[in-house]
């Protein structure tokens, strides 16, 4: 099993619609936990930490369960710029600041 | 807009060849990282430096060789090279991990490397 697993997609949407995406953890000691949006050909960029109370910036709103390892991003009302892979991220290892990846999950948004 | 800076944005060297891959930070980080990307795959942890010390290696081969001159500045050296090595290199840097505070990391642009 992978340590972080996502939905590779990808997700062909409206624009102006809803999408969640989801991630599961494997391990039960993890801390920090991460969404990144990476754009064809450049770098991941922090979209947003997630929060055990969960947290919204936006249109943009994070949720973690910890009981089901789980993390999970919405995005409302989405736009064309929203077009990107999205990378769960999860630390592995509290005393070295190790985070591992998910596989990503592409998103299209069409007009 | 990056506040990690990385150069050169695209090498192409033979497999004889030596070069460096630079990365700088103006955030007052003490945690550096290089990771390695290729296609359509997720970063792959390479290296971790803390307070300028080696921390992590991931069992990179030696043809890769990094070094953490100062606070503000990695590099990672390359020589003898394989093909299957080109791939983009992104440096990242965050505060070092303390308990639960959250260390995001911000990634430079990266070098797209090509080992020909």
């Known amino acids: 099993r992978k340590e972080v697993e996502q939905d590779p997609g990808p997700f062909n949407v409206p624009e102006g619609a809803t999408v969640a995406f989801n991630c599961t953890y494997s391990n039960s000691a993890s801390q920090s936990f991460f969404w990144y949006r990476q754009d064809c050909r450049k770098e991941p960029k922090l979209l947003m930490s997630?929060?055990?109370s969960g947290n919204e910036d936006g249109r943009f709103t994070a949720q973690l369960n910890r009981a089901s390892q789980y993390i999970s991003l919405l995005i409302r009302d989405s736009k064309l710029s929203d077009s990107a892979t999205y990378l769960c991220?999860?630390?592995?290892?509290?005393?070295?600041?190790?985070?591992?990846f998910g596989s990503g999950t592409r998103l299209s948004i069409r007009p | 807009d990056t506040e990690v800076t990385q150069t050169p944005k695209h090498l192409v060297m033979g497999m004889t060849n030596k070069k460096s891959l630079k990365c700088e930070q103006h955030m007052g980080h003490r945690a550096m990282y290089w990771y390695k990307q290729k296609a359509k795959k997720p970063p792959e942890l390479m290296f971790v430096?803390?307070?300028?010390?080696?921390?992590i290696n991931e069992s990179v081969p030696s043809r890769f060789s990094p070094e953490c001159p100062n606070s503000s500045l990695l590099n990672l050296h390359l020589h003898a090279l394989q093909p299957e090595d080109s791939a983009l290199y992104l440096c990242a840097s965050s505060h070092p991990y303390v308990g639960e505070v959250h260390n995001e990391q911000f990634f430079g642009p990266g070098t797209r490397l090509t080992v020909l």
């Open positions: 430096y803390s307070y300028e010390k080696l921390s």
């Open positions: 991220v999860v630390n592995r290892d509290s005393s070295a600041s190790k985070i591992i």
């Open positions: 997630v929060y055990s």
